[in-house]
């Protein structure tokens, strides 16, 4: 017990405080989950806004570390691995769970946000080798290739006005369902690992 306690504890040193909001990132993505779960298992209208209001929560304290560690001018390998894996829950796997909550629960439709989420890590891992490449060279990140995963609150914005209006706007394409709303996650994955797309990092 006392031999790893200290291991521990250095491990709680080592953060900084953007660290902290980008733990309230993932618990937001997290939390939002959970809200989504609660909508498949109540029929609550008011869970699914919860869990959709929680993701751009999230993009707020993803901001927000963003500039306290640049305030601070703390920033390390460590703390952009967790942003990294707290953007994969809130802004890859929250909208895709939402978004099955919602109603986009056919074959094509699931295989489409599965896309999404994998486009989503991807892009994240081709980010954190060339932000460090581009900080070797240039020492800052100039630009994104591909739209950063954050951007995701567009399409599940999206989703939710057609939740509210109730058109989600099922089809059949080859005899298997489909809905029109999943290939806005469809077109967002796309655009995530777009090499040509390139946006300039403020």
Aim: glycine share 8%.
């Amino acid at each position: 017990m006392s031999a790893t306690a200290p291991r521990h504890f250095s491990m709680i040193r080592g953060f900084h405080l953007a660290d902290a909001f980008t733990v309230a990132n993932a618990a937001c993505g997290v939390a939002a989950i959970f809200q989504a779960m609660w909508f498949v298992a109540s029929r609550d209208h008011r869970r699914l806004w919860v869990a959709a209001g929680l993701v751009p929560l999230a993009l707020v304290f993803d901001v927000l570390d963003g500039r306290v560690a640049r305030w601070r001018h703390r920033t390390s390998p460590m703390g952009r691995e967790l942003d990294s894996l707290a953007d994969v829950i809130s802004f890859g796997v929250a909208p895709a769970a939402i978004a099955f909550a919602a109603g986009l629960r056919t074959s094509l439709d699931q295989a489409i946000l599965l896309y999404f989420v994998v486009c989503g890590v991807s892009r994240l891992a081709r980010y954190n080798i060339t932000a460090e490449t581009m900080a070797e060279e240039t020492g800052k990140v100039t630009h994104f290739e591909g739209t950063p995963i954050p951007m995701s609150v567009v399409p599940l914005g999206l989703l939710m006005g057609a939740f509210a209006t109730d058109t989600l706007l099922p089809l059949r394409v080859f005899g298997l369902g489909l809905h029109l709303t999943a290939l806005l996650f469809l077109i967002s994955g796309s655009l995530m690992i777009s090499k040509t797309l390139r946006i300039p990092k403020p």
